[in-house]
């Protein structure tokens, strides 16, 4: 028996739902291992062109938008009984 019928055969005492999942990993699999068309390929880079040329962040910039507490760094209340 080769491995295309002993496959046929495991999955054809499968129950209906499971039959489903074995086609939908299949056709996973074979997207995952197809190779993209330049249409894809052009996509992909075109995207990681634009995330490498957002600029970063500067130090401070969020000085306006977060905030810490003066008591940040008190004990708190729901750990009195461990301490």
């Keep these: 028996m080769n491995i295309e019928q002993a ?3 495991k999955i054809r ?3 209906p739902a499971q ?4 086609l939908d990993f299949s056709t ?3 997207q995952k291992n197809s190779l993209p068309t330049p249409d894809e ?3 992909r880079d075109t995207i990681s062109v634009e995330a490498s040329t957002k600029r970063k962040p500067l130090f401070g910039s969020d ?3 977060i905030s ?7 004990p ?3 750990f009195e009984e461990y301490m």
Excluded: Y
């Design 76 to 78: 708190l209340e729901d």
């Design 13 to 15: 005492q499968l129950p």
């Design 63 to 65: 000085r306006d938008i």
């Design 28 to 30: 996973f699999l074979q």
């Design 68 to 74: 810490i507490s003066d008591d940040f760094d008190e």
């Design 7 to 9: 496959i046929l055969e």
């Design 19 to 22: 039959q489903q999942e074995v």
């Design 41 to 43: 390929a052009l996509q």
